[in-house]
Nanobody, 129 residues
Framework: QLRLVESGGGSVQPGGSLTLSCAMS????????IGWFRQAPGKELEGVSC????????NEAKSVKGRFSTSRDNVENKVYLQMNSLKPEDTAVYSC??????????????????????WGQGTQVTVSS
């Protein structure tokens, strides 16, 4: 059974960094596109990034471009979200999900992954001074 578990969340001051991990069991990460998503209290789910199965194509939301990056480690069977220059508005529960393919439209990725993907439980990230 496919399962994803996120880790690495926590509290950090503005300007700080965190690295989130998404560990897969039941299959291998190179078989899937992996998306990172976040949801802040009272707000809709937002697509943060997506890394394609070819491990080359990635896209990030405009709100995080240049600050966040996504990578895949096929040996560790994990996908990472490196978050730098964190801002209070980055505070949210971050989740990873495995799905069929990425898209330039992260909104479409949310729809596709909601219907066809497997999601982790999420990890809290709080950015506050």
């Amino acid at each position: 059974q496919l399962r994803l578990v996120e880790s690495g969340g926590g509290s950090v001051q503005p300007g700080g960094s965190l690295t989130l991990s998404c560990a897969m069991s039941g299959s291998t990460v190179d078989q899937y596109a992996i998306g990172w998503f976040r949801q802040a209290p009272g707000k809709e789910l937002e697509g943060v990034s997506c890394i394609a199965r070819n491990n080359i194509d990635t896209n990030e939301a405009k709100s995080v471009k240049g600050r966040f990056s996504t990578s895949r480690d096929n040996v560790e069977n994990k996908v990472y979200l490196q978050m730098n220059s964190l801002k209070p508005e980055d505070t949210a529960v971050y989740s990873c999900a495995a799905g069929p393919a990425c898209s330039r439209d992260l909104g479409a990725v949310i729809q596709t992954f909601t219907l066809l993907g497997t999601w982790g439980q999420g990890t809290q990230v709080t950015v506050s001074s």
